[in-house]
């Protein structure tokens, strides 16, 4: 080389110190540096680079330099660091265009455009700079002889400055995508449990807090006398339905009674609290911390979401309250019929409950039991249409009278068949078939096995059950061991086995909703 205000001749001394010493120094990093990939085919490049970066910081971070002498170990480094920022790259190596074609490999194969590429040539007359510059998606081209100390410097700082600000608008990009996507999924979820765990499951995704980061975040809702977990990550993804005082750690609950005192939203640089009212009144306090400081971006991004995660939780709360007076509408009717019967006034909730567990423990999904929960209620609607001399004779019934009697199930069915509401199209199918038997001799259309929908054998069953266990204006309550007796007995002749079966190996859950349920006397 010739040129003296050259990078080699300037820093020649520095050669000839680094040859009795290969290794190059060790240089102290901070956390996070900036990755940088040297690629070159001469050693005293990797050293002389080295040396004089060693002391440079961009934006708070320093340096972390790796080394590869050839096109292949270039390859390989470049998938062990996926997120190096700049590679200062050799044109030629083991081969004239050795460079180049690591250039396509990073834009082509790996599909990274955000790393910076600065091709360094001590030949470029093997790479003329206008014909690189058209071909090739590099962002910086020197020949070696005209990098200086100060040109190296200057050349980085523009590289890492372009990766920073392409690397924020990826990470903004995606974190508008990620609030379009959970922004969508929120409105689907229908629990209010289910709800507050995917807004803090979304909200992590959102501050960019690893799953591993030592954090707490809490979902909280505010009952008549105290502050109830929703749902919550970390240490304390156990805790839901607790009250927030028993497990929240002090400093934190401290945090959200303010925010239900204050009815407002506070931001920290390590954690935020964020409050929520409905129109109905109700409040709700989403906290999270232990995320690095969020940039004026990430806050909007959060601001964005929570505005959406607002409007999610009052159509919830309304879908709850709606949910509600359906339900009670549907126990009331099931309670009318039973009342004209003269039986008893949890029979229809108890029934609810026992095939809504039935449900799951056959396998169904928490929401079609939620279904048979809220339609089995109106399993007798039909007795609406039975004479009450029939209904609440004390006595047997003549054959004509029982004919009358099973008329319920049809009667029922047609009530309800024209609705095409999912709970009372199960409704109508439970009131006509929750007397049919699994061997084909039940009533109103004698159907056999699985021909009998799998709602109506459930709600048999339930039903039964309840009637047996309960006092009645012909009889009184069955003994438990001659009920269970009875469901043996009948298993695979009124009863579908599998069912039976379910029942009998989970008899303590049922018998604790029949606690639950039982008759105030």
């Known amino acids: ?33 900036w990755v940088v990939l040297i690629v070159d085919d001469e050693k005293q490049i990797h050293q002389v680079t080295k040396m004089v970066l060693q002391d440079f910081e961009f934006d708070g971070k320093k340096l972390e330099f790796h080394s590869a002498y050839s096109a292949l170990e270039a390859k390989q480094m470049l998938k062990q660091q996926p997120n190096a920022s700049l590679v ?56 070696k002889t005209e990098l200086t100390t100060q040109k190296l410097f ?35 979820l229908q629990s209010m449990k289910k709800f507050a765990s995917g807004v803090l499951t979304q909200m992590t995704s959102i501050v960019n807090l690893h799953k591993n980061a030592l954090h707490c975040s809490f979902a909280v809702t505010k009952g008549v006398e105290d502050i109830y977990i929703l749902a919550a990550s970390g240490d304390y993804a156990s805790n839901q339905d607790e009250r927030a005082r028993d497990v929240v750690p002090a400093d934190v609950l401290e945090e959200i009674e303010l925010a239900f005192h204050s009815k407002k939203s506070s931001f920290a640089s390590d954690r935020f609290v964020i409050y929520f009212q409905s129109k109905m009144g109700m409040e709700n306090v989403i906290y999270m911390n232990g995320f690095k400081a969020l940039s004026e971006w990430e806050h909007y991004l959060v601001d964005i979401y929570c505005a959406n995660v607002s409007v999610a939780f009052e159509n919830i709360y309304l879908n709850e309250e709606l949910e509600s007076t359906q339900q009670e509408i549907i126990y009331t009717m099931g309670e009318i019929t039973e009342t004209r019967s003269k039986e008893t006034g949890h029979h229809v909730k108890r029934v609810a409950e026992y095939s809504r567990l039935l449900a799951i423990k056959y396998g169904l999904s928490e929401q079609e039991a939620e279904v048979i929960r809220l339609a089995s209620p109106m399993h007798d609607v039909g007795k609406v249409g039975i004479p009450d001399a029939i209904l609440n004779k004390p006595g047997s019934l003549t054959s004509e009278e029982f004919d009358i009697m099973k008329t319920h199930s049809n009667l029922g069915y047609e009530m309800l068949k024209h609705s095409n509401k999912q709970v009372l199209n199960a409704a109508a199918i439970i009131a006509q078939q929750h007397h049919e038997r699994y061997d084909g001799t039940g009533y109103p259309q004698g159907l056999r096995g699985d021909e009998i929908h799998l709602y ?23 003994e438990l061991d001659r009920v269970l007796e ?4 009948e298993s695979g002749r009124h009863f579908d086995p599998v069912i039976v079966d379910l029942f009998i190996k989970h008899l303590d859950e049922f018998l604790v909703i029949k606690e639950f349920y039982k008759e105030q006397r």
């Open 1 to 33: 080389m010739t040129m003296q205000d050259g990078l080699f001749e300037e820093d020649e001394l520095l050669f000839a110190e680094e040859e009795e010493n290969d290794s190059p120094k060790e240089v102290t990093i901070e956390q996070d540096p």
């Open 154 to 188: 200057t050349t980085v700082v523009t590289a890492l400055r372009s990766y920073r600000d392409i690397k924020t608008i990826e990470k903004s990009r995606s974190g508008l995508e990620e609030i379009i996507k959970s922004s969508a999924s929120l409105f689907e």
């Open 88 to 143: 200062l790259l050799d044109v030629v190596m083991e081969q004239d265009d050795a460079g180049l074609q690591i250039v396509k490999y990073i834009r082509e194969e790996l599909n990274n455009q955000a790393i910076r590429i600065i091709l360094r040539t001590g030949q470029p007359g093997q790479a003329p700079e206008r014909t690189v510059i058209m071909d090739y998606d590099i962002n910086d081209y020197k020949e």
């Open 456 to 478: 109506g054998r459930i709600t048999a069953l339930a039903d039964v059950f309840d009637a047996l266990c309960s006092d009645r204006v012909y009889k009184k309550a069955w």
């Open 486 to 489: 009875l469901l043996k007995t």
